[in-house]
């Protein structure tokens, strides 16, 4: 089965900087979508961002501007770097993957995920 495993993260003050990072073992040859997701205590797990095998990137009106996605498709990782962060993008940040596109890229229809890292924002 496909593993992902991220990595980074961790505490930064408002308006600092994170990077988390994601590796998947996912077939390269195959049609694929890659996210990041994110849920804060006592809300709804959002998407971030997800990343189509083409590299076209849709992202969140939360964080447009301030997040950045890179992926390196030959090693299958997917970056995402966070400036600008305030406390509202605290929270577990889970990265979900599955085959085929990314038209529908409800966090319901991910079959993969890894097992989360946490960012936290704060004073």
């Known amino acids: 089965e496909v593993q992902l495993v991220e990595s980074g993260g961790g505490s930064v003050q408002p308006g600092g900087s994170l990077r988390v990072s994601c590796k998947t073992d996912?077939?390269?040859?195959?049609?694929?979508?890659m996210a990041w997701f994110r849920q804060a205590p006592g809300k709804e797990r959002e998407g971030v961002v997800h990343?189509?095998?083409?590299?076209?990137?849709t992202w969140a009106d939360s964080v447009k501007g301030r997040f950045t996605a890179t992926q390196d498709v030959a090693d299958m990782i997917l970056d995402l770097q966070m400036n600008s962060l305030n406390p509202e993008d605290t929270g577990m940040y889970y990265c979900a993957a599955k085959d085929g596109y990314c038209y529908n890229a409800d966090w319901a229809s991910f079959d993969y995920w890894g097992q989360g890292i946490q960012v936290t924002v704060s004073a």
């Open positions: 990343i189509d095998s083409v590299g076209k990137q």
């Open positions: 996912m077939h390269i040859y195959s049609r694929w979508c």
